[in-house]
């Protein structure tokens, strides 16, 4: 069990189990069910490469600082400001993170519903027989529906507060593990099958040619929001994971690991996606928020096999989504049994039923609240752009700036090198990175963003 303060706080155990349970919490929805559909909607190859270079540049910093906040501090988000920063406004950091912990909480139990319901249609034989254009009638019906969404959200939410109330050790370190190099694997199998099936070919020249004309101030917000939102970062999720990391953790080698194996699998549901998509006449900007609901089903009726490939696949990315969903449910749980000393029953059960609640409104968005929209974007889009593309880059932007001028040198270094253990060859670019590259770029990032909204 977790509880109140340090000494007797849970862990994880093995080497990989936190390579497994940080790159769980990365690996999920967004990066097989959210990036395919923010690329299409945003021009393809120059989206790519913006996208990989705030990854390189931003995102990883981000993580590392992330890292060297939660094992120094060795508490909750909140409490890790107050722990390192007492009396100063930094906790606030930690409230911003509870917040987007709720927002994406909701909207994303909605889409990991989508992702039960898939299973039950994959074993049911739901896509024998049908067209494309079925296919697509089939997901839109779902969607627009209220009782069947609701229903697989309600559970997801559950499962995820099961895996919570398992504690740490037990529960988090033991679902990451096993499962991901399977994912891996059928994503490479399903690569293949898209990239082979007729008029596949532009889908990969939209994917990697970059257009340059594409971008706008939006759409680099977008990609800065996607790679932080892929990572885990800006929020306190990776804060709570390694405030359980050993000492002997080499962080700067487990935020560059991560980071590449997040990037990898994003890019192969990628690969996966938009050739298929080509083939059968979609277009990369239709597809919108079901986009893999509508496009794989089509890849999995042209696949020897394609029954079982589908059970597997829609099974395994509901499992990576529970082990994202476990890292951010844990945020709001480990805070409030840490700061107000709540049983971690409590805690969690008063975590998943207002998560629930808010989840509620996101999931009816194509439905019965279709007709609420902000800014011309309904209820699921509203929140998932709040948290994606304000919350978390504004959180990284202040954790960086906490790491870079705030936090004391030493202790910075003594996290990055295990006090003295090993060398650190990537200190200077690191520290130049979150003191000056990193906050400049989420500045400026915002700002124009914000100019071209008000336009
Ligand atoms: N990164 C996860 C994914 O790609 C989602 C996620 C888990 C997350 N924890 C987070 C996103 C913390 C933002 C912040 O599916």
């Given at each position: 069990m977790s509880t109140g303060t340090g000494g007797n706080r849970d862990g994880f155990t093995s080497k990989f189990g936190i390579v497994a349970a940080a790159a769980g919490s990365a690996i999920g929805l967004g990066n097989i069910w959210r990036f395919p559909y923010v690329v299409g909607e945003s021009g393809g190859g120059a989206f790519l490469l913006v996208y990989l270079s705030f990854v390189l540049l931003l995102g990883i910093p981000v993580m590392l600082s992330e890292f060297i906040i939660g094992r120094k501090a060795k508490r909750n988000t909140f409490g890790a400001f107050r722990e390192i920063?007492?009396?100063?406004?930094?906790?606030i950091i930690g409230v911003m993170g509870i917040v987007a912990a709720f927002v994406i909480l909701a909207f994303y139990s909605t889409i990991a519903g989508w992702t039960l319901h898939y299973v039950y249609l994959s074993f049911s034989n739901g896509?024998?027989?049908?067209d494309t254009a079925e296919l697509t009638h089939m997901f839109e019906l779902f969607q627009t529906s209220t009782f069947l969404p609701l229903f697989w959200q309600l559970i997801f939410i559950t499962l995820t507060a099961a895996i919570i109330l398992?504690?740490?050790?037990?529960g988090i370190e033991k679902y990451s593990k096993i499962l991901m190099p399977f994912l891996l694997l059928l994503l490479i199998t399903l690569s293949i099958r898209s990239v082979t099936l007729?008029?596949?070919f532009e889908g990969l020249v939209f994917l990697f040619?970059?257009?340059?004309?594409?971008?706008d101030s939006g759409v680099i917000l977008g990609a800065l929001g996607q790679a932080f939102f892929s990572l885990s970062i800006g929020m306190g999720a990776l804060i709570t994971y390694s405030s359980y990391f050993?000492?002997?953790?080499n962080l700067s080698n487990t935020a560059f690991e991560v980071s590449v194996a997040d990037v990898i699998i994003a890019i192969l549901a990628g690969i996966a996606i938009f050739p298929a998509m080509f083939s059968i006449g979609?277009?990369?900007?239709?597809?919108?928020?079901g986009l893999i609901f509508m496009v794989l089903p089509n890849v999995f009726l042209q696949i020897p096999g394609g029954y079982f490939i589908s059970i597997a696949f829609f099974i395994l990315l509901a499992i990576a989504a529970l082990t994202s969903s476990i890292s951010i449910m844990e945020v709001v749980v480990a805070f409030l049994t840490e700061?107000?000393?709540?049983?971690r029953k409590y805690a969690t059960l008063v975590t998943a039923v207002s998560a629930a609640f808010v989840g509620l409104f996101c999931t009816l968005s194509w439905g019965a609240f279709k007709g609420i929209t902000i800014g011309g974007k309904n209820i699921f889009d509203t929140l998932d752009f709040a948290a994606s593309n304000i919350l978390l880059p504004l959180g990284g932007l202040l954790i960086v700036v906490f790491v870079g001028w705030y936090m004391r040198n030493s202790d910075v270094k003594d996290e990055m090198s295990n006090n003295g253990l090993f060398?650190?060859?990537i200190y200077f670019i690191f520290r130049f990175l979150i003191r000056f590259i990193a906050p400049v770029a989420i500045a400026i990032i915002f700002l124009n963003a914000i100019g071209i909204l008000r336009t």
């Open positions: 920063a007492p009396k100063t406004w930094w906790p896509f024998q027989g049908r398992s504690g740490v050790k037990k007729p008029g596949s040619k970059p257009d340059f004309g594409k971008l050993p000492d002997r953790t979609m277009l990369p900007e239709q597809g919108g928020a700061e107000f000393n709540i049983k060398k650190l060859r």
